[in-house]
């Protein structure tokens, strides 16, 4: 590739003018004084802090807590565009647990030498713990979040799979709420399909895993690790809208393999735990002893079928970036079928071959931490200084297992509200997979934004915002708004 800039794909604009799914939207901006923008921009920002969406960034000074800027302009998916990426992205998780199912038991695809033993086996994230266990349903990663990028019209890339503990999907229905309440009237001009039942159906799959035992109303609860986890809004705001308990690790006890919760009317069994605490701390029995936020014995209540955990144990082997780049061979080999998802094209640096190309190209490509997150560990080669490509040199070569590196892909741009006035600013989308008895998508995800002119760094820890994503109904605008009747548009304020 070359090390010049490629454009970015206007998602708002084409060469022959504004994209139909954005007519409504570009006619808005253009209506709307500066300084009405700013005015709800202020509002959506005292919103979310009465609110308290939080988000805390670790290693600043006691690990602060940050507002995660919100963008007023929303970002559009025509509905033929969300139904392409939508059938992609059940295709791509039910092969995702099919190679979980399989890593955990037979370990087929390692034996047909479609996957690197090595590479599996040895890897940090593969818990030797879970090989036997067959989790409740069969299913090992109930919410799965799928970053994704899009640089055409009809060019969408998988960046990254997340399999573990996936966060933000209380922002996606935190914009929602925000926009419905600061743009009524903006939004009853769309036909946009709803968010708003994510909860519920998070609740129906958590249940649909249930142990055989549970019966028919399972008891669920929702392990934190605690207040100071960067996550922790999230935790409780999901709990509440799911009618269920937030617990953390001192709420539980394991007796004779059975989990319990403690009450104040006396212990109470839990079938189902959405756990959004790390594979290490969960249980001191089974993994970390030196955990104090884990729940001794549970691994043995979960081995026993005693309990279902959501995420299962071990799913980080699947959403590892070493073995990102063999999902399409996943594809291939558990369902038969093509990969309707492209990948971004990466080079492993512990191959050889792949590690030369590397160490030549620094300067067009971006490296990654095998097993980073968050935009920590990441550089941007392009923007980067060469002292900072040599640091990255020396680092690959000390221990190139720890890096991949990919292409620096030129990320489509929706219009932003910035300081300067509206902008062109790089996005991606996080949509939320939920694998029970059935594989449900609420339409759209977390759109997130990078607020710095030529950034392509949108993670939240790193100073990216949020958007709205709007899915439309139909191509064109017209019709009310999710919970929106026509009396609440006519008697709203502003937002036209």
Known sequence: MSASKPAAFDEMRAEDGVRAAYAEIAAWLRATPREDLDRKRHEAELLFRRIGITFAVYGEGGDPERLIPFDIIPRIIARSEWERLSTGLRQRVRALNAFLADVYGKQEILRAGKVPTALVLENEAYRKEMVGIVPPGGIYTHVSGIDMVRTGPDEFYVLEDNCRTPSGVS??????????????????????????????????????????????????????????????????????????????????????????????????????????????????????????????????????????????????????????PYVPEMVRFYLGEEPLLANVPTFLCEREEDRKYVLSNLHELVVKLAKGSGGYGMLIGPHATAAQREEFRARILARPGDYIAQPTLALSTCPTVVEQGIAPRHVDLRPFVLSGKEIRIVPGGLTRVALKDGSLVVNSSQGGGTKDTWVLEDEGPGGLAEGQSQSQVQSAGLGC
Not at 311 to 323: F, Q, S, T, V, Y
């Open 171 to 324: 922002y996606m229905l935190e914009n929602r709420e925000a926009m419905l309440r600061l743009f009524p009237r903006l939004c009853a001009r769309h036909r946009i399909a709803p968010v708003s039942r994510y909860p519920e159906e998070l609740l129906e799959t958590l249940k649909a895993v249930a142990p055989a035992r549970a019966g028919a109303d399972p008891t669920v609860a929702l392990l934190t690790p605690g207040p100071y986890n960067s996550a922790y809004y999230e935790h409780c705001f999901l709990a509440d809208e799911m009618g269920v308990e937030v617990v953390e690790g001192a709420d539980l006890c394991v007796q004779d393999e059975v989990v319990y919760m403690r009450t104040t009317a006396g212990p109470k069994r839990v079938d189902v735990i959405y756990r959004r605490i790390d594979d290490d701390f969960l249980d001191p029995e089974a993994f970390r002893p030196d955990s104090l936020v884990g729940v001794p014995g549970l691994m043995a209540a979960y081995r026993a079928g005693n309990v279902a955990l959501a995420n299962a144990p071990g799913g980080g082997i699947a959403d590892d970036k070493a073995i990102y």
